[in-house]
T-cell receptor, first 113, second 114 residues
Framework: DAKTTQPPSMDCAEGRAANLPCNHS???????VYWYRQIHSQGPQYIIH???NNETNEMASLIITEDRKSSTLILPHATLRDTAVYYC??????????????FGKGTLLTVNP | NAGVMQNPRHLVRRRGQEARLRCSPM?????VYWYRQLPEEGLKFMVY????????ESGMPKERFSAEFPKEGPSILRIQQVVRGDSAAYFC????????????FGNGTRLTVT
C-alpha cells in the first residue's frame, strides 16, 4: 500500500481556512487519494476523494500536485465543529473488487475560537 | 435517506460470552466493511462482504470472529467467547459498489468485556 505522511497535529483559528497537508510519494498511477475525518466517539466521515484533478464539494477542496506525490485538504472556513482527526488515505487495489481503505494516525485538527 | 445503522451502540459482555454486532447498510448498498478501533489506536480493517459472500477477511482474527451478510437482513459480526482484549469500537461501513466507491461509516458499536 502507498503510505501517507501527515503532521500529527495542527491548529486553526475559527473562520480561517484550514490547510491539511499529506505526502504520498509512492502513490501508483491508478490509486485514489481519500480524505476522512473522525470526530471524537463517532464513525469516520467521508470528505472527498480524487485521482489527479483538483476536486471540490460542499465540505472541502482537494488539491493534488501534478506529480501526485502530495495533496492538501482545504476547509475554507473552519468552525469549532471541524475539530477532528483527519485521515489522508491512498486507496490501494488489493484483489478482486476490493480497494482497501487503510487508516493511519491522521492529523488532529483543533479549531480555536 | 438513513445512513449506516449499527446496533447496539454499546454492548457489555462478560468474558466467555458471545457478542453479536449488527449493521444495516445504507439503502441501495450491497457492500459492507467491518473495522475495529482499539482504545487509543487507529482503525483496522477486518472484513469485506457482499451479499452472501465474504470477499476479503484478511483482517479477521483466525479464531472466535466471524461475519456474515445474508441475502435478507443486516450484516452480523459475531465474536464468540469474548476476552478483555476484544473491548473496542467496531465500525461498519457500506458502499453501493466495489472498486473506488466511497465507504460510508456508521457510528459504531462500543464493546466492553468485563
Amino acid at each position: 500500500d502507498a503510505k501517507t505522511t501527515q503532521p500529527p497535529s495542527m491548529d486553526c483559528a475559527e473562520g480561517r481556512a484550514a490547510n491539511l497537508p499529506c505526502n504520498h510519494s509512492t502513490i501508483s498511477g491508478n490509486e485514489y487519494v481519500y480524505w476522512y475525518r473522525q470526530i471524537h466517539s463517532q464513525g469516520p466521515q467521508y470528505i472527498i476523494h480524487g485521482l489527479k484533478n483538483n476536486e471540490t464539494n460542499e465540505m472541502a477542496s482537494l488539491i493534488i500536485t501534478e506529480d501526485r506525490k502530495s495533496s492538501t485538504l482545504i476547509l475554507p472556513h473552519a468552525t469549532l465543529r471541524d475539530t477532528a482527526v483527519y485521515y489522508c488515505i491512498v486507496r490501494a487495489y488489493s484483489g478482486g473488487s476490493n480497494y482497501k481503505l487503510t487508516f493511519g494516525k491522521g492529523t488532529l485538527l483543533t479549531v480555536n475560537p | 435517506n438513513a445512513g449506516v445503522m449499527q446496533n447496539p451502540r454499546h454492548l457489555v459482555r462478560r468474558r466467555g460470552q458471545e457478542a453479536r454486532l449488527r449493521c444495516s447498510p445504507m439503502k441501495g448498498h450491497s457492500h459492507v466493511y467491518w473495522y475495529r478501533q482499539l482504545p487509543e489506536e487507529g482503525l483496522k480493517f477486518m472484513v469485506y462482504l457482499q451479499k452472501e459472500n465474504i470477499i476479503d477477511e484478511s483482517g479477521m482474527p483466525k479464531e472466535r470472529f466471524s461475519a456474515e451478510f445474508p441475502k435478507e437482513g443486516p450484516s452480523i459480526l459475531r465474536i464468540q467467547q469474548v476476552v478483555r482484549g476484544d473491548s473496542a469500537a467496531y465500525f461498519c461501513a457500506s458502499s453501493d459498489r466495489g472498486g473506488n466507491s466511497p465507504l460510508h461509516f456508521g457510528n459504531g458499536t462500543r464493546l466492553t468485556v468485563t
